[in-house]
């Protein structure tokens, strides 16, 4: 069995699919305050073929750092690790429960007095605390920093951007296509979408380095309808926790106007589904491995948008539909 690295903070979970228990890019604070760009905030990453490098943005806490923290558009709480928390003396605060990929959670929580993203300043976060180790990076950046962002990924360039919402992106560019969906815990669900044909939500996950579905999705698809692969995988959260599941390929998936082929999914009853009330409702959590297949793609929270740029030559079937605005 193979053991996977989850990204699992407050309902998600990120599972890279080829490699055993790898950690993530272990990513050391710079030395003393440095200044924050006060138009973007992009991190140049170089992306390998290694499906467990991760994109980190550069975070100020409490005046020190730059800190790296990893965008999870899945996360509705921001995480901090604990070293991080003990050097800069951040009061503790009361536990709080941390849903997981694999449960839920009882863990500690420390005040962070200001954090500082790009023109965005945040007061006062209790942020859960993490072990570094665990993350692959200083902390995570969940939804509740992310409410007015914007998270865009120029996967020519190679950046991954966070910016105000009402900061320019690549609208009515060529072979754009937008899909408006609806917020629930602060993540983006998307109901106009299908697996193989059937109807599925779609939950947008930029933690998850693999796309996952629910045992309802799995028992929708069985038989013909998907690739089995004879893999299993163990699921490692941040808590500690482990689920297992099995990795398989689906035909296809579509969302709002766009068909990705051959996509790779790993089912397994992640405690994620339940805590969304999609449990009984076949759900995707739409992972990485699916969002690198655009060239450029844009995550609006406050707008409820998720819009992408189609590579010039792409194997993605497209069709022009209603959902499609400029």
């Known amino acids: 069995m193979r053991r996977l690295m989850a990204l699992a903070v407050c309902l998600i979970g990120s599972a890279p699919p080829l490699s055993a228990q790898a950690p993530g890019i272990q990513l050391q604070p710079v030395s003393g305050p440095q200044p924050i760009d006060q138009t973007t905030q992009t991190d140049d990453v170089q992306m390998k073929d290694d499906v467990d490098e991760r994109m980190t943005v550069p975070v100020m806490l409490a005046g020190s750092g730059p800190y790296r923290f990893l965008v999870d558009t899945g996360a509705d709480r921001t995480a901090v690790s604990r070293q991080v928390a003990d050097r800069l003396r951040f009061t503790r605060q009361a536990p709080v429960m941390l849903h997981s990929v694999s449960g839920a959670t009882s863990v500690e929580t420390a005040k962070i007095p200001l954090l500082e993203l790009?023109?965005?300043?945040?007061?006062?976060?209790?942020?859960?605390?993490?072990?570094?180790?665990?993350?692959?990076?200083?902390?995570?950046?969940?939804?509740?920093?992310?409410?007015?962002?914007?998270?865009?990924?120029?996967?020519?360039?190679?950046?991954?951007?966070?910016?105000?919402?009402?900061?320019?992106?690549?609208?009515?560019?060529?072979?754009?296509?937008?899909?408006?969906?609806?917020?629930?815990?602060?993540?983006?669900?998307?109901?106009?979408?299908?697996?193989?044909?059937?109807?599925?939500?779609?939950?947008?996950?930029?933690?998850?380095?693999?796309?996952?579905?629910?045992?309802?999705?799995?028992?929708?698809?069985?038989?013909?309808?998907?690739?089995?692969?004879?893999?299993?995988?163990?699921?490692?959260?941040?808590?500690?926790?482990?689920?297992?599941?099995?990795?398989?390929?689906?035909?296809?998936?579509?969302?709002?106007?766009?068909?990705?082929?051959?996509?790779?999914?790993?089912?397994?009853?992640?405690?994620?589904?339940?805590?969304?009330?999609?449990?009984?409702?076949p759900a995707l959590l739409l992972g990485m491995n699916a969002i690198r297949a655009f060239k450029k793609v844009s995550i609006d929270f406050a707008n409820r948008k998720f819009r992408v740029m189609l590579p010039e030559r792409s194997e993605m079937e497209t069709r022009w539909a209603a959902a499609r605005t400029r």
Do not use: W
Not at 182 to 195: D, E, I, M
Not at 263 to 275: E, S
């Open 118 to 281: 790009d023109r965005k300043r945040v007061r006062e976060i209790d942020a859960a605390l993490l072990d570094r180790a665990h993350m692959g990076a200083d902390g995570i950046l969940g939804v509740d920093s992310l409410a007015s962002q914007r998270v865009m990924f120029d996967f020519d360039k190679n950046t991954m951007s966070v910016v105000p919402s009402s900061a320019p992106d690549f609208r009515g560019e060529p072979g754009t296509i937008v899909v408006v969906g609806k917020r629930r815990y602060g993540r983006l669900l998307f109901t106009n979408a299908s697996v193989n044909g059937r109807r599925v939500v779609v939950v947008i996950d930029t933690g998850s380095a693999v796309s996952l579905g629910n045992e309802a999705l799995r028992r929708q698809l069985q038989g013909k309808r998907v690739r089995a692969s004879k893999d299993q995988v163990e699921l490692l959260s941040v808590t500690g926790g482990k689920i297992s599941g099995n990795y398989t390929f689906v035909r296809e998936l579509e969302l709002g106007g766009v068909t990705l082929n051959d996509l790779g999914i790993i089912f397994t009853d992640a405690h994620t589904f339940r805590q969304l009330d999609l449990e009984n409702r």
